[in-house]
């Protein structure tokens, strides 16, 4: 299964933006579904993370009330809507899953390519 991000594009603060990550066949329920993102001359970072099963969501410290992650299942989709957006949100975003509910990049071993979102202040 191959994961593609799509829906970056340039805003400007406050806006808001959605992006998609579809998955070319099945998201088993054993999977957690999340998106990274890496600003240029940062490491990668999480984001946000839904339970494929239970819709049980996590949330960065830093988006948490902003942003929202969600699914669509029978699309084999899911999306991070993003409100409020800010500067320093400016990162190539990226999907990726996992079986492990963690927060820690290593545990993701599934990743698409990333979409790219620059917001202008």
């Known amino acids: 299964v191959q994961l593609q991000a799509s829906g970056g594009g340039l805003v400007q603060a406050g806006d808001s933006l959605r992006l998609s990550c579809a998955a070319s066949?099945?998201?088993?329920?054993?999977?957690?579904m999340a998106w990274f993102r890496q600003a240029p001359g940062k490491e990668r970072e999480f984001v946000a993370a839904m339970r494929w099963s239970t819709s049980n969501t996590k949330y960065a410290d830093s988006v948490k009330g902003r942003f929202t992650i969600s699914k669509n299942n029978a699309e084999n989709t899911v999306y991070l809507q993003m409100n409020s957006v800010k500067p320093e949100d400016t990162a190539v975003y990226y999907c990726a899953a996992s079986n492990q509910f963690t927060m820690q990049t290593t545990e993701y071993y599934r990743w698409g390519p990333g979409t790219q979102v620059t917001v202008s202040s």
């Open positions: 066949g099945r998201i088993f329920s054993s999977w957690v």
